[in-house]
């Protein structure tokens, strides 16, 4: 059985404008191009004056046989409305509202379950804690490096979407 380590877990929130569809493609786009296998696992709306939206996104990215990197992203829109903005003295439709997203990130040893048997698992904690936790401390940091790089890009994203008044 495969086994995750947790290594993030962080948000970045903002109420501000921005456009939906803009960083919906912008998120997916720069992870897709980062080497992440997407899939988006739940995507919910709800409508009334305002609308409230929920989209959850796992991600992989393979590293060897033997570890691969996890992510989740979770988007909670709440309020989101439609706005007119003025870009370059064009009048814009935009949204506004509060976004939040929510990342985790873990570290999941042996995904292929090929350390499975009740006799291997015995191998593999050895084979973790002693001959390759060098290898696994260092592929944390890169995770947590990368995931924290993501971070940064979609913060400067949406500050620049939202320097944008209406």
């Known amino acids: 059985m495969a086994i995750k380590d947790k290594v993030f877990k962080g948000k970045i929130k903002q109420n501000a404008n921005f456009n939906f569809k803009g960083i919906y493609e912008f998120v997916y786009d720069y992870l897709n191009d980062e080497g992440w296998a997407?899939?988006?696992?739940?995507?919910?709306?709800?409508?009334?004056?305002?609308?409230?939206?929920?989209?959850?996104?796992k991600g992989t990215k393979n590293i060897s046989d033997y570890f691969k990197f996890e992510i989740g992203l979770t988007f909670l829109i709440i309020g989101m409305k439609d706005v007119k903005v003025t870009i370059d003295g064009n009048e814009v439709k935009m949204q506004n509202g509060s976004i939040e997203i929510v990342f985790d990130a873990a570290l999941v040893k042996d995904y292929k379950n090929k350390w499975d048997s009740s006799f291997m698992k015995?191998?593999?904690?050895?084979?973790?804690?002693?001959?390759?936790?060098?290898?696994?401390?260092?592929?944390?940091?890169?995770?947590?490096?990368?995931?924290?790089?993501?971070?940064?890009?979609i913060k400067s994203y949406l500050a620049i979407e939202s320097q944008h008044s209406y």
């Open 38 to 57: 997407l899939h988006e696992t739940l995507y919910r709306e709800k409508s009334q004056e305002t609308k409230e939206l929920i989209i959850i996104w």
């Open 122 to 153: 015995f191998f593999r904690e050895i084979y973790d804690n002693y001959i390759i936790r060098n290898r696994i401390e260092d592929y944390e940091v890169k995770l947590y490096e990368e995931i924290n790089e993501i971070i940064a890009t």
